[in-house]
């Protein structure tokens, strides 16, 4: 498979970087004047502005504004490759090896095309066998992994999320719990138990919307995982605080109503109201009480349409928190007055 790649040939371009010390930071720029830069405060101070060439950000170290964003290095590369001096080392590698790939982004690729004439015969039949040997699980992960990557772009959701989904849809396939179900139903319920993982929870309905699964299969599904997957029993279960600012959110309303309908949600689930109930309609009758106690005005119909729940749910929800919050009220009163 040997050959030579001429790639990497001597030119200006590659040998500009050892010709010259590349500049360490960009407050030094190539002529060794210090970069200005001004700040609508006033700030012109080169000292006071704190330079992250990291993330190619330049910051005001007085008011903190964003001056510059999404900087380019211009600098020349500081390797050099050759194809004809010996003394060069020209091996390069590629990024880090991955789990969100399902060959962990190291692929085994023959292109026969590109081997010598002699060599051609050999590639293809390399190629052939690398095709034929790839196993079940490779072939899986490799649709599986895909999948992943749209449904979580699609939902917006973090890159953190992502990774734990491939995670447990991994320890999934190494337990064969895939046999006998499809590879989007575990998809959908490894997304979601991802989202429970890392504490942005989604509803099993805003996930069957992202994929094509039903709510019921991505349930079924995810007791499946847990149930045989160890470090997920002791994942600890969704409490509808974290359900509460993405909401509140939503119907953009204020912190104060958030914080009472945080107080209200903890009196309710002391109530007992958690009892085979589903939380988001816990969640939507206390902000619609708290919107109520704090004036700012939500119809039922606004909150019903943002937690995707009818408003007879809401209704009967808060029915419901009503009689624990006022039988809450007349208990404290009672114990106030003992004393
Ligand atoms: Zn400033």
Known sequence: MEHERNIYSDNDMWNRGTEKPVPETREISEAGEPETYSCGCGNTNPEDFHVNDDKGEVSCNQCGTLILSNMIDPSAPTRRFSSTDPSVDNAHYGAPASNLFADKGLRTTFNPMEADKKDRQKSFILKRINQQTVTNKERNLAVALRDIERVISRGGLTKSVHQEAVN???????????????????????????????GVPRSLDEIADLTRTGRKEIARNYNTLKKNIIRLKRMPPTTPDQYLSRYIFALNLSLKVQNRAQDLLKTCFDGGMNQGRNPIGVVAACIYIACVDCDERRTQRQIARELEITEVTIRNRYKEAMAILNANKSKVEIENSDE
């Open 168 to 198: 447990v849809y991994r320890d999934a396939v190494d337990l064969q719990l895939i046999r006998g179900r499809s590879i989007e139903g575990m998809v959908a319920a490894s997304i979601y138990t991802a989202c429970r993982i890392r």
